[in-house]
């Protein structure tokens, strides 16, 4: 029984990894790399925040 579970996990673990696999792949050509480097809610907090020194 432990050793299909574990052939079960690994599975699960070998489809995750190629899933990820091909959403890196499909976001890296779909979008440039400007747009994911950039950090509009950043931009927003920094303008909003006051410091006080």
């Avoid at 091909?22 to 809610?41: A, C, G, H, I």
């Amino acid at each position: 029984m432990w050793m299909g579970l574990s052939y079960v996990c690994w599975g699960i673990s070998v489809v995750l990894a190629l899933w990820m696999l091909y959403d890196w792949f499909k976001v890296d050509t779909t979008y440039s790399e400007d747009v994911l480097t950039s950090s509009r809610e950043g931009e927003l907090e920094a303008v909003s925040e006051k410091h006080r020194i």
